[in-house]
T-cell receptor, first 110, second 110 residues
Framework: GQSLEQPSEVTAVEGAIVQINCTYQ??????LSWYQQHDGGAPTFLSYNALDGLEETGRFSSFLSRSDSYGYLLLQELQMKDSASYFCAVREGRDDKIIFGKGTRLHILP | DVKVTQSSRYLVKRTGEKVFLECVQDMDHENMFWYRQDPGLGLRLIYF???????EKGDIPEGYSVSREKKERFSLILESASTNQTSMYLCASGSVYEQYFGPGTRLTVT
């Protein structure tokens, strides 16, 4: 069956670095996306990894290891505004839908 | 900027009513998606569409139908609303892996 596992909650300190992990088990795999959602808001796209390695976009980076069926989102220089839920999502096929994980709630302490 | 709009932010309906949720995007995207989001369950795909008059079932299509008569508009229909359909409904458009979400409609069925 299909499954995406990510921690339900993570707590970190302002200014620090935090890593949110995502492991997946799906019938096919074309890539891993990450989305951010603030309370009361809509999810917004952060990144997409189709190949192994690290992709960096400002303070956020995303990593993928296809052989380990694993990826992570790395947030650096944490700010209070980064308090949100983060979802990983797997693209199973070329034109197929994506499957979302249940989300990780990130709490940031001052 | 991509804009995805949904017809209502909040909606209250009675059990058995027929409910229409409308979604409009302004970026000429071929793909459009309907999700529902419930606490602890993440985003679950109800239906998606790759083109006008085309629709595909997602993971939880039971109790729902959709309509895509124009490229920019994707409607979700609850034929006979039930209390277990109380949820946040999110519409999205874009590529499979990079989706742009509307603000959501919080539907309560009483």
């Amino acid at each position: 069956g299909q499954s995406l596992e990510q921690p339900s909650e993570v707590t970190a300190v302002e200014g620090a670095i935090v890593q949110i992990n995502c492991t997946y088990q799906t019938s096919g795999f074309y890539g891993l996306s990450w989305y951010q959602q603030h309370d009361g808001g809509a999810p917004t796209f952060l990144s997409y990894n189709a190949l192994d390695g690290l992709e960096e976009t400002g303070r956020f980076s995303s990593f993928l290891s296809r052989s380990d069926s694993y990826g992570y989102l790395l947030l650096q220089e944490l700010q209070m505004k980064d308090s949100a839920s983060y979802f990983c999502a797997v693209r199973e096929g070329r034109d197929d839908k994506i499957i979302f994980g249940k989300g990780t709630r990130l709490h940031i302490l001052p | 900027d991509v804009k995805v709009t949904q017809s209502s932010r909040y909606l209250v309906k009675r059990t058995g009513e027929k409910v229409f949720l409308e979604c409009v995007q302004d970026m000429d995207h071929e793909n459009m998606f309907w999700y529902r989001q419930d606490p602890g369950l993440g985003l679950r795909l109800i239906y998606f569409s790759y083109d006008v008059k085309m629709k595909e079932k997602g993971d939880i299509p039971e109790g729902y139908s959709v309509s895509r008569e124009k490229k920019e508009r994707f409607s979700l229909i609850l034929e006979s609303a039930s209390t277990n359909q109380t949820s946040m409904y999110l519409c999205a458009s874009g590529s499979v892996y990079e989706q742009y979400f509307g603000p959501g409609t919080r539907l309560t069925v009483t």
